[in-house]
Structures are given as structure tokens and as C-alpha cells.
């Protein structure tokens, strides 16, 4: 009999942290009355509730709607046609920004993976998704399956540092099916005999198939992550930037009006073709002064249906 998958059993140490957690959130227990209860001492107790929030055991939701983050998000979808848009607040600095959009988009993977039905979700890589992955619970829904949609593999061979999908597999009972590739390939030769390899036609033909994508923005300056990760070298981004490249997704370069920029480097990309078929579901999670040009630019190429992002992120995109 074939059974399922499960995720691993917690470790006593989170056993404990969520314990300290509940009774603090839930039961509503001084520090005190936590050390007490747990036999240990109040710092412990302390640091117990502070490792539950860490690891993202503790969901705290409000309920009551903010008007201003409202209105930014029903502007922007009138003003681009979006199907979806979710701003979270204003937060004092671009990186707590990056972690409130990175805990909404966490709370709508959670959304979609506790549906019954099952679905297949396609996800990409990087920063703000790998800080949503890193938010997420642990959910049981074998129901689903989840593909990545951009190679799992740095530059030098080793597991890319901003994967999301074995970080996700960590968390959840779904079957997942990671891409065993670099990004960007070598050369374009690399990339023909990579993707010609039996064993990844599963694995593309389920990307293709998804009926979700959740993914980031990527810049075309001297912060891009291609540029970081060491898929492409600086006169690499430089020549995209004069034939108008302003940001990526999955690799792929693109223009102002959301267009593939014709080049090297688009051909030696490796991930998922950048456009599903009609119908699907494409979220991205993006923020900050560094992204509007490539946000804007990817709403206005149809190359997402859904933005998830912060007040003053929302604010600038509507300020033409």
C-alpha cells in the first residue's frame, strides 16, 4: 500500500517553544506563570516564546481592514487591470517592508495550500519568496503538488542560496519536484543539453501544467540578483541595461513594456517559460524605490495578475 509523505516530527526544542507560545498567545500567561508551568527559568521562558516567533509557529492576523492600504490596492487594480492586489502598511525601513510583504505572500501560499482541492503550484525564487517560505507553518496537504519554476542550482554547482522549494518541502506533505539546474546555463549549448535531459521533462511539463505561480521581481542594476548570485557578470547586466532591460523574473530580462529583451543571457536561461497558459494564476511579491521600473513594467506586459506589496511601494506605482 502506497502511503504519503509526511513532514517530519517537530524537535523538542520547537515542541517547546510552541508550548511557551500557546500559553502566551493562546492561554494568556504572564512570563512568570510560563516559567513556572515549563519548569524553567523566566529567561528561558523568554527565549522560548522569541524561538516560536522566529520560526514562524506564531500567526498573529488583524482583523480590521486598513483604509488607506484598501484604496492603494482597489487603485491599482482598476488603474492595470490586476485580478488581485493585497498593500500591507508602511513599515520604517525597506527590510521590514520586504518582511510584511513576505508574511502576506506567506499567508496566501498557506490560503491555497489548505484548499481541499488539489492544485499545482508553481514557485520561483528569491529573497522576498524565500522570507515568505521561511513564514509558513507547517501545512498537511498532499492533495497538492508544488514545481519549481527556476533552477535549484548556483553557479558552482552547490544548492542556490535563495532556492524556496527544499525549504518549502520542509514544511509541507505536498510531493515536490525541484528543477536540478542552474538558472542561467553557462552558454546557450549548456542549456540545450541540460534541458535535454529525459529526466527534467517531468518536472517542466508540471511547471507548465500549474495553476498557481507565486514568484519575485528581480532589478536590472548593480543589486540584481542574477547579478549577486553570479549567473550573469557585470558587463552581462550592463549590455541588457542599454538595450532596456529593467528588471526579471525567473531570469528572463525584460523591457519597459514588459517585453523579453532579446539577448545572450535570455538564452541561457533555464527556468520555466515565462508565460503559462491562459487562465493561470501569476502573484508576484515585490517592494521598494529599486523595483518600481520593473514592477510597473511586468503589470503592464501582462507578466503577473497579482502584486503583493507595501503602502509607499503601491503609492509610486500609481504616481506616474
Known amino acids: 500500500m502506497k502511503t504519503t509523505p509526511r513532514p517530519p516530527a517537530p524537535s523538542r526544542k520547537l515542541d517547546d517553544a510552541a508550548r511557551a507560545a500557546w500559553l502566551a498567545y493562546v492561554a494568556g500567561k504572564t512570563q512568570d506563570e510560563i516559567a513556572r508551568i515549563l519548569g524553567v527559568s523566566r529567561q528561558s521562558a523568554q527565549r522560548l516564546v ?88 507547517r501545512i498537511d496537504c498532499p492533495q497538492h503538488r508544488i514545481v519549481s519554476l527556476t533552477g535549484n542550482v548556483a553557479p558552482d554547482g552547490s544548492t542556490a542560496y535563495y532556492n524556496v522549494l527544499f525549504t518549502l518541502a520542509e514544511k509541507v506533505s505536498a510531493p515536490t519536484f525541484p528543477l536540478p539546474v542552474p538558472v542561467i546555463a553557462g552558454s546557450a549549448e549548456e542549456r540545450t543539453a541540460l534541458l535535454g535531459q529525459s529526466t527534467l521533462a517531468s518536472a517542466f511539463r508540471l511547471a507548465a501544467e500549474a495553476d498557481l505561480r507565486v514568484f519575485g521581481i528581480g532589478t536590472m542594476d548593480d543589486a540584481a540578483a542574477i547579478l549577486l548570485d553570479g549567473f550573469v557578470d557585470t558587463a552581462g547586466v550592463a549590455r541588457l541595461r542599454e538595450k532596456g ?11 519597459s513594456e514588459g517585453e523579453i529583451v532579446p539577448d545572450e543571457v535570455t538564452e541561457r536561461v533555464c527556468s520555466a517559460s515565462l508565460f503559462p497558459p491562459e487562465g493561470v494564476e501569476r502573484i508576484a511579491a515585490a517592494h521598494g524605490a529599486a523595483k518600481i521600473r520593473a514592477m510597473r513594467a511586468a503589470i503592464r506586459g501582462g507578466l503577473l495578475s497579482g502584486l503583493v506589496t507595501d503602502e509607499v511601494s503601491a503609492a509610486a506605482l500609481l504616481d506616474d
Do not use: W
Request: net charge negative.
Open 245 to 255: 532591460a529593467v528588471g526579471e523574473i525567473f531570469g528572463f530580462p525584460f523591457d
Open 50 to 137: 522569541s524561538q516560536a516567533m522566529q520560526a514562524g509557529l506564531v500567526k498573529v492576523r488583524i482583523d480590521h481592514p486598513i483604509s488607506n492600504c484598501l484604496d492603494l490596492a482597489e487603485r491599482l487594480r482598476d488603474r492595470y487591470g490586476l485580478a488581485l492586489c493585497e498593500v500591507v502598511p508602511a513599515m520604517s525601513s525597506e527590510s521590514e517592508a520586504g518582511q510584511a510583504v513576505a508574511h502576506r505572500m506567506a499567508d496566501l501560499i498557506e490560503d491555497r495550500l489548505a484548499a481541499p482541492d488539489p492544485i499545482t503550484l508553481g514557485i520561483g525564487t528569491g529573497r522576498t519568496m524565500r522570507a515568505a517560505v521561511e513564514h509558513l507553518p
